[in-house]
């Protein structure tokens, strides 16, 4: 994969990303993230964030939790982007519900989406040495 690559520290596991360059323009809106893990509806579940890039760097570290219970004894983990985002695809539903304040309701978006919010968020953490 072409593009930076961007280290990040959680929980003691060290974790490379790589991504290619891209743009968008992240929203700053409560935003809602719905998740389906499986195929049984009660595996549903939702959290809640003040920013879509907040909700973002939850995406992020739910896929690195996941990445911790399957691998409980490597104290560094690696993955890079293509890994998160197939594990995004993996899952039977992801989708965030943004607050639209000129309309005074929530606006969904789906996988797509949200893959593309990742990339500008991780561009944005490289650029900054994070």
Request: aromatic share 10%; charged share 20%; glycine share 4%.
């Amino acid at each position: 994969m072409h593009g930076r690559s961007m280290s990040r520290t959680l929980a003691g596991s060290h974790v490379e990303m790589e991504f290619p360059e891209c743009c968008a323009y992240v929203h700053e809106s409560h935003t809602i993230l719905l998740i389906q893990p499986g195929p049984k509806p009660e595996t549903r579940t939702y959290c809640d964030y003040e920013t879509v890039a907040e909700c973002m760097e939850g995406v992020c570290k739910i896929y690195e939790e996941h990445l911790k219970r399957q691998n409980p004894h490597t104290p560094s983990i690696t993955y890079d982007i293509a890994q998160l985002f197939d594990f995004i695809d993996q899952l039977t539903d992801l989708s965030c519900l943004v607050y639209q304040g000129n309309t005074n309701t929530y606006a969904p978006f789906n996988k797509s989406w949200i893959k593309e919010k990742i990339y500008v968020m991780l561009r944005k953490q490289a650029a900054r040495g994070n």
